[in-house]
């Protein structure tokens, strides 16, 4: 597979990878770093069509641990995985999924208004749904197999893996 | 077109594979990892900025424990309950212990279904069972005392259609409830001029009491009850739900902990401007003279006496009637809140909520004085009781006043302000402080650029347990909001059902609970004083020595 980019492809392909990667870590690690932080009050400000299921999520203390827990750490490891190119085509799948969640919970609707301010004006696209979408292109066009430890993994694991996971 | 051509190539090749691993791959490998020691750069720089910089654990001493609720025990007795007084509040006490009117229940399922958000009915449903079970009721409305025994008897918290059990009895007279030997306690929520009457024969008659605020209608009566629950060794609760409030337990500890300075001024208000607010109910289908026990509703002779003598040697006559206490009134009967013949007014309705609370946060008791104004200036429907009441108390050996200001023709919000030297606190489901810009304490936090002046820089959300760093602009946004709900373990309750369950838990584990009978008398003498400063025009003292109201 080497050499089936051109070198800017292959670049900006990186550089793409890295970017979207560093957000999610960063924004994975700000969460885990902060004991109080939680999905709560995010949850609460829902819009749209499934705004009562994130309420209610948002109003069981119980399942609200599991939720935080699980989004700081699925953050985190779509990260890492991303910027050291380990699993990354599960990892944008897993970046995909969490967007997915964002968008449900946080539509940008016409009137919908939000607590959480968004910098922009949207309908529909928002920054979510391009970053989404650039996971989509990073999962279609996978430069860890050159560039990353997936060059490694492709070697010692079953090629069935290269389907989804790396 | 290039691009496709990679991306079925990619998708389909089968990379080789080689056990040969060179200097290249390993640098292929690995070149992106030194990005993660960028992150980690950031996040330390972020951390310090966002949280170190806004630690203030050296100068806001304050620990991380959460509210204290009085938990259930197991296995604990049935307890049988008596109602006295199935109106409005009589109504939602009987929610708080579990039994709705099934036409209640009705229209929240409908209100459900009409906004999935609406969760009352599930909330209501998820309500701990109590473990009580109603017995008796009794109501001097026909309509009532009859809601009241279904009620009672909807044990499975079911609309019209439901399966009920067995209903409760009903009785004419609180007497003949009170002689019942299948009553362990009952709940009073009768007019405010009878809370004491029937809580002191309730005493007498060893029923546990829980009685609706204020505690008493004169003040005679003031001393007898405390007397009479004292020696009876009941357990008496009086209904101040806010005692139930989370936030009110950290406040308490703020101000212990001395983090506002020297607290000089209260400020506590009430805030309404609808008919319901100020007292005035609808009349209900079916009552007259037929169907109401008025002779009942007039008052108990002592009570009446002590009532009559108090305004007619003050020369307070204006203030009684206007109507003759014999003749039947609908509007009397119904909106008894707006006549001191039968109402403590805003004084007893509204202010005691404010003082109960400010009593439970610093344990004032019972001011060195008292002084009110204020008039019948909106509501002018005949009523005697004010409708705006400004009332100052005074506590000179705290160094403090207590403002309470009180308007039922205004909804705009001033909130409960505990105002210090250093700070100020705002007491609602949830607390924030807001630094003096000349505070001494934060001085140098504020120099810093720390602490903020022109907005909160602590807020307390009941279940969280951040205690020590300047509240983040996201989390003051949603506790402004109030966006974020009281929890206990995890589930939302109702503080009213919290009173109820700490009064039936005394009960049962043989304790005190926090509106106790002492805690009572200090609410009722206060609000005693405010109400003699409003009707005889001057200053009221309390004589510490000898418990007594005088004058100036």
Not at chain 2, 383 to 394: C, I, K, S, Y
Request: net charge neutral; with cysteine.
């Amino acid at each position: 597979m080497e050499n089936n980019y051109s070198k800017a492809q292959l670049s900006w392909l990186l550089v793409l990878r890295i970017f979207v990667g560093w957000h999610f870590l960063f924004e994975g690690m700000v969460k885990v770093l902060n004991p109080n932080w939680t999905a709560a009050a995010y949850l609460m400000d829902s819009q749209g069509p499934f705004r009562s299921f994130f309420v209610s999520m948002a109003g069981n203390a119980g399942l609200m641990n599991s939720v935080n827990f699980l989004n700081e750490w699925a953050l985190v490891l779509v990260g890492l995985g991303l910027i050291i190119g380990v699993f990354s085509r599960l990892s944008c799948i897993g970046g995909i999924l969490l967007l997915i969640l964002y968008t449900l919970s946080h539509p940008a609707l016409i009137g919908a208004k939000y607590a959480m301010p968004f910098e922009g004006s949207y309908f529909i696209i928002d920054k979510n749904l391009v970053e989404l979408a650039a996971l989509g292109v990073l999962f279609v066009f996978p430069t860890a197999r050159e560039i990353g430890v997936d060059r490694l993994l492709v070697r010692v694991l079953p090629s069935g893996f290269q389907k989804f996971i790396i | 077109m290039e691009k496709e051509n990679n991306n079925k190539t990619n998708d389909q090749q089968e990379v080789k594979k080689t056990s040969a691993v060179g200097r290249r791959d390993v640098i292929k490998t690995l070149v992106t990892v030194p990005v993660l020691g960028a992150v980690a750069y950031g996040l330390v720089k972020t951390r310090k900025v966002s949280v170190l910089n806004r630690d203030i654990s050296d100068v806001f001493k304050l620990s991380d424990k959460s509210a204290v609720f009085l938990q259930p025990m197991a296995n604990g007795k049935q307890i049988r309950l008596g109602l006295i007084g199935f109106g409005i509040r009589g109504k939602q006490l009987m929610r708080a212990l579990g039994f709705a009117e099934p036409s209640y229940i009705d229209t929240l399922i409908e209100a459900k279904k009409k906004n999935p958000d609406d969760t009352r009915y599930d909330a209501f449903l998820e309500q701990d069972d109590l473990n009580v079970v109603i017995t008796g009721v009794c109501d001097i409305f026909d309509k009532y005392s009859e809601a009241a025994q279904l009620t009672g008897s909807n044990i499975h918290r079911e609309g019209t259609n439901g399966k009920f059990g067995q209903a409760p009895k009903r009785y004419k007279t609180y007497q003949e409830l009170l002689a019942a030997d299948d009553v362990d306690a009952v709940v009073i929520a009768a007019p405010d001029h009878w809370h004491g009457t029937i809580s002191a024969a309730a005493a007498k008659a060893g029923k546990h009491v829980y009685c609706e605020k204020p505690m008493t209608w004169t003040v005679p009566e003031t001393y007898m009850v405390r007397q009479v629950v004292k020696d009876s060794g009941i357990v008496f609760q009086l209904g101040h739900q806010g005692r139930q409030t989370a936030s009110y337990q950290k406040a308490e500890e703020i101000i212990s902990n001395g983090l506002l300075g020297n607290v000089n001024l209260i400020q506590v208000c009430t805030n309404r401007n609808n008919p319901n607010g100020a007292w005035v109910y609808p009349i209900i289908e079916g009552s007259n003279p037929q169907t109401i026990d008025w002779k009942q509703f007039e008052g108990d002779p002592e009570r009446i006496k002590e009532y009559n003598d108090y305004m007619l040697s003050n020369k307070l006559d204006k203030y009684m009637g206007p109507d003759d206490r014999s003749k039947f009134s609908l509007e009397r009967f119904f909106r008894w809140r707006c006549w001191w013949d039968y109402s403590t007014g805003l004084s007893g309705d509204l202010l005691t909520h404010e003082y109960d609370a400010a009593n439970q946060i610093m344990h004032l008791g019972i001011p060195y004085s008292a002084t009110s104004s204020g008039g019948v200036y909106f509501f002018k429907d005949g009523r005697t009781v004010p409708d705006v009441l400004q009332t100052t108390f005074e506590w000179p050996d705290r160094n403090m006043t207590m403002l309470y200001s009180a308007t039922l023709a205004s909804s705009r919000n001033r909130g409960k302000v505990f105002m210090g030297h250093d700070a100020s606190m705002e007491v609602a489901d949830v607390l924030s402080i807001t630094a003096d810009r000349e505070s001494e304490r934060y001085a140098e936090k504020i120099k810093q650029g720390i602490i903020p002046t022109d907005k909160p820089f602590f807020t307390y959300v009941p279940g969280q347990s951040k205690v020590d760093a300047v509240t983040s602009a996201t989390e003051l946004y949603f506790a402004q909001r109030g966006l974020l709900y009281t929890y206990v373990n995890g589930k939302r309750y109702d503080t009213t059902h919290l009173h109820m369950r700490e009064w039936l838990e005394c009960i049962r584990q043989g304790k005190t609970p926090s509106c106790n009978i002492d805690q009572a008398f200090e609410e009722a003498m206060t609000a005693h004083m405010g109400t003699r400063a409003y009707l005889e025009g001057r200053t009221m003292y309390w004589d510490k020595d000898k418990e007594e109201i005088t004058r100036g």
